[in-house]
Antibody
């Protein structure tokens, strides 16, 4: 069974940083792209970023470019999201997802984790 | 605002058929990019319902079906059940944004 466990959420200061992790199990991690999406309170999901299976390809939503960095460690079956220059509007539940589809632009979010909550406030 | 527009809500009685539209633009669905659908039950993470316009992942009942034509896509639920009461979102790719986009979301209510 595919399992995705996010961690690292919490309270972040405006302008500060947080690093989210997502530990994966139940599938051959190094064979799949991975994505992050977020959902602000009362809003729909928003795609954040995707990384290819080998980590070479990284893709970001415009509002995250230059502030967020996605990475992965295939030896640890873990994907990360480094979030810098945090803003109040980054407050959301952040979900990790195992991507379906072979390559961009055909990725979709096949299996989602339960999410980790990020709150940006002073 | 999203470039994929959905009706805010649809409703139906148990057993009925309901459809949810997802209207895109020429840089999204109109460009031929795949459309995917997700179901989000209250308090839970979204779950993939349809991928690649019409395909159901294993375990998704065949009461759920997807279609696409031109700049729009649709999700149909036949034999509506109480457990189908949830929020539904479409998702595709936008070449003008070079990124993935979700629809505005539709709340399905079972009367």
């Amino acid at each position: 069974e595919v399992q995705l466990l996010e961690s690292g959420g919490g309270l972040g200061q405006p302008g500060g940083s947080l690093r989210l992790s997502c530990a994966a199990s139940g599938f051959t991690f190094s064979s799949y792209a991975m994505s992050w999406a977020r959902q602000a309170p009362g809003k729909g999901p928003e795609w954040v970023s995707t990384i290819s299976d080998d980590g070479v390809g990284t893709y970001y939503a415009d509002s995250m470019k230059g502030r967020f960095t996605i990475s992965r460690d295939n030896s640890k079956n873990t994907v990360y999201l480094q979030m810098n220059s945090l803003r109040a509007e980054d407050t959301a539940v952040y979900y990790c997802a195992k991507a379906g589809g072979l390559h961009t632009p055909n990725y979709y979010m096949h299996v989602w984790g339960k999410g980790t909550t990020v709150t940006v406030s002073s | 605002q999203s470039v994929l527009t959905q009706p805010p809500s649809v409703s139906g009685a148990p057993g009925q058929r309901v459809t949810i539209s997802c209207t895109g633009i020429t840089s999204t669905i109109g460009a031929g990019y795949d459309v995917h659908w997700y179901q989000q039950l209250p308090g839970t993470a979204p779950k993939l319902l349809i991928y690649g316009d019409t395909n159901r992942p294993s375990g998704v009942p065949d009461r759920f079906s997807g279609s696409k034509s031109g700049t729009s896509a649709s999700l149909a639920i036949t034999g509506l059940q109480a457990e189908d009461e949830a929020d539904y979102y479409c998702q595709s790719y936008d070449s003008s944004l070079s990124g993935y986009v979700f629809g505005t979301g539709t709340k399905v209510t079972v009367l």
